[in-house]
């Protein structure tokens, strides 16, 4: 068998100059009632960086989420938001804090113009509410001419894109994005990866779980693959593109021979 670059599994994103940790989920187990869903899960995600999770349905993505975000307490392990632990905080402590969560469905709210959402995001900002939206708006220019349109009059890239900016109305360190091309276009999807890269650029730390693995891959920084609630492999979004074949086998339950150096490809 060919050898194709491997994808390492404990490898540790290394930080840009003038990046840094601003999530770090260390050896975290969470769940519903006795039974964990999610088993000594670790993940970082930095500033100026698109972290990107992939995995099968049922993995523990939900789960994940749900505990970062506050709505599970971990039942070991520690969440820590520039150095600060966060575990155990209630939902609206976590969002004070500094992390902003653009969920799946719910994302906007229909019956309220563009302007009145932003409104709703701005109620934690840190600055005037229209300050902040006028930075927001220099960022998404493409909601500018739409601040009075209802939500439920956008298009699919329009609206996640109006998800998102909601968000950074509370003006958070990092932004969890939970399937924010789910039922969008091609067309639409592009504009939404286009946006992503833009907040990177402007140093916002950026995690996004995501169905579409190649395509999050592409623009990912840092890749990690979670399988039945635990951490299957981790490298960068160029490495695992280039191994993609790996995570097929991973999906349907093949075992994998992973150590600090290297993913060993079946048949060497």
Do not use: C
Request: proline share 6%; net charge neutral.
């Amino acid at each position: 068998m060919t050898e194709t670059a491997p994808a390492t599994a404990t490898m540790t994103p290394s930080t840009r100059d003038g990046s840094h940790h601003v999530l770090v989920v260390t050896d975290v187990t969470a769940g519903y009632g006795p039974v964990p869903i999610i088993h000594n899960v670790d993940l970082r995600a930095e500033s100026a960086r698109l972290v990107a999770l992939i995995r099968p349905n049922g993995a523990g993505k939900s789960t994940l989420l749900k505990t970062i975000m506050g709505i599970l307490v971990p039942r070991n392990g520690s969440i820590m938001l520039d150095d600060t632990p966060v575990h155990g905080l209630r939902p609206d402590q976590i969002v004070r804090a500094g992390i902003g969560y653009v969920p799946q469905v719910g994302d906007v709210f229909d019956h309220l113009t563009v302007a009145e959402n932003l409104s709703v995001g701005g109620i934690i900002a840190k600055k005037s509410r229209e300050a902040k939206r006028e930075e927001v708006l220099t960022l998404f220019p493409v909601l500018a001419p739409r601040l009075k349109q209802r939500a439920r009059t956008l298009s699919g890239g329009e609206r996640r894109i109006l998800a998102v900016a909601r968000a950074l109305m509370g003006s958070p360190k990092l932004v969890i994005m939970d399937e924010p091309s789910a039922g969008l276009s091609p067309r639409a999807m592009n504009l939404v990866w286009e946006h992503l890269e833009i907040l990177r650029n402007d140093g916002l730390a950026l995690l996004v779980v995501e169905q579409k693995a190649k395509a999050i891959m592409a623009i990912a920084d840092w890749v990690y693959v979670l399988v039945d609630g635990r951490n299957a492999l981790e490298s960068s979004g160029e490495t695992m593109l280039a191994n993609v074949h790996d995570l097929g086998r991973i999906f349907m339950g093949q075992q994998l021979t992973l150590n600090t150096e290297r993913v060993v490809p079946e048949g060497e």
